[in-house]
């Protein structure tokens, strides 16, 4: 694993940079559900409520962040064109604020993404959207962006690490409280790069008293706990792709960041393939819910946790 030489010591966002996301994006973004789970808070002894970001227009909460992102961009910047790399959630979330906004952008994904994907950014985007395979890996993908990016003088839009992308994730911890008549004990929020509970964690430590925060990496994509455990992101040697959603090999630089400044308020944990499946199947035989791996870790994860009995427990469903 090769570390990041230059961390920084926090991430420079706030609760109200948070509360401004929220009013930017409420015209696109609607509220998501705070929905009651009987069977998970008879299996915990807690109240355990499911907050909804499947119900999203584009089916997660990435959305948030990219509007977010886009909204503010100058007449200037806007002319020059925006650029994202993804296979999946981000480039649906891109595709859907170009279009409403209307931008043009330009999605590289790599040659695997499969078609029922591409049909769905397409879809999302419609005239706004051009979508470019980058070359057969993500990696390769990314690279195609950013060259575009030095090329043309487009902005690049970032799944997770950008301020602009954290506060708008971090749009669902306003949504949570006011949704709650008391604040939560424990959230419980799936990790991939970081955005989403890197601004859920930024949002919650200023607005709560004493609300702590449980991130769910795979066990095969562990990269945030790796980035704590070292101090600073580290890249991982193999990332496994069954969890593809939270199949990150480096942590955010400001991801990490929030996190690391957060102190113990947060705690990373990992879940195995079989624990994610088995969410998965009992959300869909039980709550009728269809969950993807990456949004059904929150569920995982709090079947793994020692929860404490008659505390009130939010999951992140996406």
């Known amino acids: ?89 981000h480039a649906q979330g891109f595709a859907y604020a170009c279009r409403a906004l209307g931008i043009h952008g330009r999605v590289y994904v790599p040659a695997k993404t499969p078609k029922q994907k591409r049909d769905r950014i397409r879809y999302h985007g419609g005239d706004f959207i051009e979508l470019i395979v980058g070359g057969v890996t993500y990696d390769l993908a990314a690279a195609a962006a950013l060259d575009d990016v030095a090329r043309t003088g487009a902005t690049l839009v970032p799944a997770f690490d950008d301020l602009r992308t954290i506060a708008g994730q971090g749009t669902i911890a306003v949504e949570l409280l006011n949704q709650l008549d008391s604040e939560p004990d424990l959230v419980v929020v799936p990790v991939g790069g970081g955005g989403c509970i890197a601004g859920i964690t930024t949002y919650l430590a200023e607005r709560t008293t004493n609300t702590s925060v449980l991130g769910v990496e795979p066990a095969g994509a562990a990269a945030m706990m790796a980035a704590l455990a070292a101090g600073a992101p580290v890249t991982l040697d193999y990332v496994d792709q069954f969890v593809d959603g939270a199949a990150v090999s480096r942590a955010g630089t400001l991801t990490h960041a929030a996190l690391a400044a957060a102190g113990d308020m947060v705690s990373i944990a990992t879940v195995d393939e079989g624990a994610v499946c088995t969410a998965m199947l009992d959300l869909y035989q039980n709550e009728g819910i269809i969950a993807e791996p990456a949004g059904a870790l929150s569920v995982a994860g709090l079947l793994e946790a020692d929860i404490e009995p008659d505390s009130t427990v939010v999951c992140l469903i996406s």
Request: glycine residues 4%.
């Open 1 to 89: 694993m090769s570390a990041d030489p230059n961390p920084p010591t926090a991430a420079p966002l706030t609760a109200a940079d948070i509360d401004a996301a929220a009013q930017r994006i409420a015209p696109v973004v609607a509220p998501t559900p705070l929905q009651v789970c009987d069977r998970l808070s008879a299996a915990t002894g807690a109240s355990v409520y499911l907050k909804r970001e499947d119900l999203q227009s584009v089916r997660s909460y990435k959305l948030r962040g990219a509007y977010n992102l886009l909204v503010q961009l100058s007449p200037e910047e806007v002319a020059a064109g925006v650029v994202c790399s993804s296979a999946g959630n």
